[in-house]
């Protein structure tokens, strides 16, 4: 498995949804501006207010991919002997890529399962090595390959 070509990958498409947060936010910005002296009732006040969540919660989701780009550049994708970050493990057929945001995709043929450290799945799979098996929720997981 070509870990390089699967980092870059992962960072070519979080690169790739930025721009297009960044428009949303500018469009809905200057689209969805509401001077304070317009206000004239409740409606107007509302419509104010939720625009101003809407842009809080998409100026959250930029950063957010921004930090997801950083950690990725950061993560170590090199070779592993046991699960840790940066290892994709190959478990009952999965793959599974550690150390990254929540995500699924297909790449080469093949469908991967992002997770980050937290994830509770994770922490029963940490530092597994092949051929290791462990329990989660009642059911039985082998590691088949590490990369």
């Known amino acids: 498995m070509d870990k390089v070509a699967l980092k870059t990958t992962l ?3 979080q690169q790739e949804t930025l721009p297009r947060l ?12 509401l001077n304070l002296e317009d206000v004239r009732d409740a409606d107007d006040n509302s419509h104010r207010e939720q625009t101003e969540e809407y842009l809080q ?4 989701q930029i950063h ?3 930090n997801e780009i950083g950690m990725l550049r950061d993560l170590d994708f090199g070779r592993k002997t046991s699960v840790t970050e940066g290892a994709v493990a190959l478990v009952n057929g999965q793959y599974y890529i ?4 929540a995500c699924q995709f297909d790449l080469e043929g093949k469908h991967f399962v992002a997770m ?7 922490r029963e799979l940490m530092d597994k090595k092949q051929h290791d098996s462990f329990v ?5 997981f082998t590691v088949e ?3």
């Open 98 to 101: 550690i150390g990254i945001p």
């Open 145 to 147: 390959s590490i990369f």
């Open 136 to 140: 989660f929720n009642g059911r039985t």
């Open 11 to 13: 960072i070519k498409a």
């Open 57 to 60: 919660a998409m100026e959250r």
């Open 64 to 66: 957010q991919r921004e």
């Open 116 to 122: 980050s450290p937290d994830a509770p799945f994770y």
């Open 22 to 33: 960044r428009d949303e936010f500018a469009g809905y910005q200057s689209g969805g501006d």
